[in-house]
């Protein structure tokens, strides 16, 4: 289990670098104009930001933060490949406080995959030892591998497998008989 979490952890440490040239894909909008221009932008800020560590600031929920990068710019952050429960979920208010908890006084290796249409950059946040923070969300049942938004093989995985655990085990919102995914809440709530 170690040497598959060593190997896990090195290609996913060289998938930025395998895939950055792809970021220009990302420059097509929604309604077919080339934006060449903010594609260099976002590129040129997401190589800053990795080269930094962060310390989480504020917690909004259980997947989405500010961070605090060594430049002393505060940036917002989406959680990379996982959804939390929602605000009026169960285990929504447990999630949040497992994260504020989980990043309090410690710095963060930050990968960006890419900014989401509120302007966050969606992220994977690495602590000191290579370890995902999605990951301990994930293990104590806090949150769910987002089928539809991970993509990357690699975690992805990796992250299910740890979920199949959470759920054997019980742990956090898995104590629920029928826990509810948060997209399918928000889907139910319009």
């Known amino acids: ?44 800020e997401k190589s800053m930001m990795q080269q930094n560590k962060v310390e989480v600031v504020n917690v909004y929920d259980g997947d989405s933060l500010d961070a605090l990068g060594s430049n002393g710019k505060k940036i917002k952050l989406r959680l990379y490949g996982i959804d939390a429960p929602e605000k009026g979920q169960n285990f929504s208010l447990s999630a949040k406080v497992f994260l504020e908890d989980t990043v309090k006084d410690k710095l963060y290796s930050l990968d960006v995959r890419y900014k989401d249409k509120y302007g966050r950059y969606v992220a994977v946040l690495f602590d000191e030892n290579g370890i995902a923070l999605q ?11 987002y089928p539809q ?42």
């Open 1 to 44: 289990m170690c040497i598959n979490k060593k190997i896990i952890k090195f290609i996913s440490l060289l998938f930025p670098f395998l895939l950055g040239g792809m970021v220009v894909f990302f420059a097509e909008k929604e309604d077919g104009t080339n934006n060449v221009a903010e594609a260099e932008l976002f590129t040129e």
């Open 135 to 145: 990951e301990d969300l994930i293990r104590n049942g806090f949150a769910w591998v």
């Open 149 to 190: 938004f991970c993509e990357d093989i690699i975690l992805c995985v990796g992250w299910q497998h740890v979920q199949e655990e959470a759920v054997n085990s019980r742990q956090g919102l898995w104590q629920e008989k029928n826990p509810l995914s948060p997209w399918d809440y928000k889907h139910n709530r319009k």
